[in-house]
Nanobody, 115 residues
């Protein structure tokens, strides 16, 4: 029922920045905690950051201080501002409900950090 569409990824050099967007078919993040996940080749999908209805934010230790998750109910969108990107951030990034990702996964957006 709910569609998730990720965008904003691309190729960036180490130290660069990207802003990812997760567009939803309705304002579900006013109801559920939402999160960004990522999956690198050959690895399992992992949680990156989450934001609650009350805008409480949590981050994976490796991205603290570099990434910022936010949401805009007017645009039905969850964002992930990524700064000081590192090669190890390279992955396909997805958004979903947290802590249990019960929504249908979108196609994700590829983030490649390379010189």
């Amino acid at each position: 029922q709910v569609q998730l569409v990720e965008s904003g990824g691309g190729l960036v050099q180490p130290g660069g920045s990207l802003r990812l967007s997760c567009a939803t078919s309705r304002s579900i993040f006013s109801i559920y905690t939402m999160a960004w996940f990522r999956q690198a080749p050959g690895k399992q999908r992992e949680w990156v950051a989450s934001i609650t209805v009350g805008s409480n934010r949590n981050y994976q230790d490796s991205v603290k201080g570099r990434f910022t998750i936010s949401s805009d109910s007017a645009e039905n969108t969850v964002y992930l501002q990524m700064n000081s990107l590192k090669p190890e951030d390279t992955a396909v990034y997805y958004c979903n409900k947290f802590p249990t990702a019960t929504l249908a996964w979108g196609q994700g957006t590829q983030v490649t950090v390379s010189s």
